[in-house]
């Protein structure tokens, strides 16, 4: 059985980058919690899904002198969760941006972002906005704020950008490093979705030499994203709606009414039943109405959509895009297709987080400069590290096809650290694999401490 040690390898590099987070304590000598471990022990919590974790392990490590804490997170001594919250409140997220920078050259160094690589040039960027804290009396700096019209209630929430390397393909996707849409730059005007994109476009590092297509939905379809996506020598492909650009809509249906559109058409046996995928694309079309300014030309793009239907000739699916790449009849079906893997961000990234124990929608902690971001960023880091194991660990991987049901698995494991104290986190997916296979009690001589 090979064990490749990601798991220590994904510690080890989290240890060392908060190991220079700043620790703006005045009084360092005779501290009883250093930043690494009121920031591992944090971490922790998000990892094993489990908010009683701190306090089950306090009551082992009083018991026993060591706990999982210790031999799998290397925590020393394990703060108070007053205490964890009040410090992680002056730690910014961006504390954390170098262990998810690491953690991708680490994908590209095994080999296993080349699986994500799309027609072997791209790597496919979904970017996409969501809700992870709401209250209608918590509120910070950093909050963005609705008012009700009716009754004047302002309702506050917090915000993120959660970009996404997906792939047609495969259910797994990779989450990159967040950016905050947040109210904290001194200006009257929230900050919106498009705006926290492009920070993040200006901020990504690429470890790859692939060129990447950002995906988005419509709300990304506007000429000054595609400019800031152009600039940054990326590609894009973006859902175009016909209620959001008229003036483009006006040009497509006269190109159409001409019959001067160019088609591809063709037919697969899905689940058993026929089903008719047309592609209509067109090149060269100009994103909004120039108005008549002749030295502001508007953006060019190319457009096509993609119609599902039955054999009866019922649409079972329609969908637009705009994209920068020119559109022929070899590579329309591909463009479509990577367009189409948008939804995996909504779907295998932010719901996963929201409904498959994550619940990143949780208000953990608010705090009054950082707190909520800072444990949000915790949140998707762990995220990380399982879809990093689900890629690379055996043992892992697995216990996960064995189990199925990632709440499941995470109760199994739950359950375990809070009886018995592990040599290591491998020992503990060795016992529980070996326990299963056999369906015996095992002998943990070797296993626990």
Known sequence: ???????????????????????????????????????????????????????????????????????????????????????????????????????????????????????????????????????????????????????????????????????????????????????????????????????????????????????????????????????????????????????????IEMIKNLNTIDTKIISKMINGKKQIFTYNYINNLAIKNPQGDTQHPPQEVNWCEVIVTNATGKKLYHNSFVTDISLNVNNVIDIATAGRSRWKIENENNNTLKTKGYHLDHNFGHGKENLSKTLCSLNILAFLFHTVQELDDDLYMELRDNIGNREEFFVGINFLTTMFNFKSFNKMLEYILIARQTEENVDMKGYIM
């Open 1 to 251: 059985m090979r064990q490749t040690n990601i798991f220590d390898f994904l510690i080890e590099s989290f240890t060392d980058n908060i190991s220079n987070v700043e620790d703006t304590r005045k009084q360092r000598t005779n501290l009883v919690y250093s930043l690494k471990d009121i920031i591992l022990s944090a971490f922790s919590v998000f990892y094993f899904q489990n908010k009683s974790c701190l306090s089950f392990q306090r009551d082992i490590d009083t018991r026993k002198g060591i706990s999982n804490a210790q031999t799998m997170f290397g925590i020393s001594d394990i703060p108070s969760d007053n205490h964890i919250r009040n410090m992680l409140d002056k730690i910014t997220p961006n504390s954390f941006k170098k262990v998810y920078e690491i953690i991708l050259v680490k994908l590209r160094d095994i080999g296993i972002l080349d699986k994500f690589y799309f027609k072997d040039d791209y790597m496919l960027v979904a970017l996409d906005g969501t809700h992870y804290h709401s209250s209608k009396n918590i509120s910070c700096k950093c909050c963005q704020s609705k008012t009700n019209s009716d009754t004047g209630e302002v309702h506050y929430y917090h915000s993120v950008i959660t970009p996404t390397i997906v792939h047609p393909d495969i259910k797994k996707v990779i989450p990159l490093m967040q950016e905050f849409i947040s109210n904290n730059d001194g200006k009257d005007k929230q900050d919106c979705e498009v705006n926290a994109s492009k920070r993040w476009l200006d901020s990504f590092n690429n470890p790859t030499n692939k060129k990447l297509i950002i995906l988005g939905d419509d709300l990304y379809s506007r000429e000054p994203m595609i400019k800031k996506v152009l600039d940054k020598s990326h590609s894009y492909i973006f859902v175009a709606k016909p209620t959001s650009h008229k003036y483009l809509y006006e040009q």
